[in-house]
T-cell receptor
Framework: EPEVTQTPSHQVTQMGQEVILRCVPISNHLYFYWYRQILGQKVEFLVSFYNNEISEKSEIFDDQFSVERPDGSNFTLKIRSTKLEDSAMYFC???????????FGDGTRLSIL | GEDVEQSLFLSVREGDSSVINCTYTDSSSTYLYWYKQEPGAGLQLLTYIFSNMDMKQDQRLTVLLNKKDKHLSLRIADTQTGDSAIYFCAESTSGAGNQFYFGTGTSLTVIP
């Protein structure tokens, strides 16, 4: 069964540095998402992306964050000037149509030191 | 924003049924979902139900939806130790962004 893949599985970065989290959504899916889960807390929506532009973003997704689909397969989340509170599990998801189940990757654990 | 609530913990004995409950606030929900998260792993879609249905059964899983009370439940029959995980309820609405709103997650422990 096709799946969403995310790399790396664990990223350790110094505070203030930039990180790029990578995702390869399911190949025929059209809608892409990033979510964040701080340890012990809810999974929180960050951003949705369709047709090469952001559809919706939460208040968490401020100017520090950006997303890109640089080619036909990758979907990236860039976090500039990371802060300690950015430490979390970041999940990528995709689906084919609005309302259909979103399929999630295994996540990237981001640790900011 | 939308609020999705779940109880935090549930313990059951192996072989018993587990019932995990969820309440939500948004009456414009289109679909409601159950995801399973094992330690250190991602979110695995278990099942989902369209908001105009009231029940869906899939092998050991039964989803019940009470739209009037905005209450969703997941029943796992014959619970096994491999069912131990965190279970998240999620809803999607008719908004353009199609974002999901997740509950707090219920940690299910199955006692052998």
């Amino acid at each position: 069964e096709p799946e969403v893949t995310q790399t790396p599985s664990h990223q350790v970065t110094q505070m203030g540095q930039e990180v790029i989290l990578r995702c390869v959504p399911i190949s025929n899916h059209l809608y892409f998402y990033w979510y964040r889960q701080i340890l012990g807390q809810k999974v929180e929506f960050l951003v949705s992306f369709y047709n090469n532009e952001i559809s919706e973003k939460s208040e968490i997704f401020d100017d520090q964050f950006s997303v890109e689909r640089p080619d036909g397969s990758n979907f990236t989340l860039k976090i500039r000037s990371t802060k300690l509170e950015d430490s979390a599990m970041y999940f990528c998801a995709s689906n084919l149509q609005v309302g259909q189940p979103q399929h999630f990757g295994d996540g990237t654990r981001l640790s900011i030191l | 924003g939308e609020d999705v609530e779940q109880s935090l913990f549930l313990s059951v004995r192996e072989g018993d049924s587990s019932v995990i409950n969820c309440t939500y606030t948004d009456s414009s929900s289109t679909y409601l979902y159950w995801y399973k998260q094992e330690p250190g792993a991602g979110l695995q879609l278990l099942t989902y139900i369209f908001s105009n249905m009231d029940m869906k059964q899939d092998q050991r899983l039964t989803v019940l939806l009470n739209k009037k009370d905005k209450h969703l439940s997941l029943r796992i029959a014959d619970t096994q130790t491999g069912d131990s995980a965190i279970y998240f309820c999620a809803e999607s609405t008719s908004g353009a962004g199609n974002q999901f709103y997740f509950g707090t997650g219920t940690s299910l422990t199955v006692i052998p």
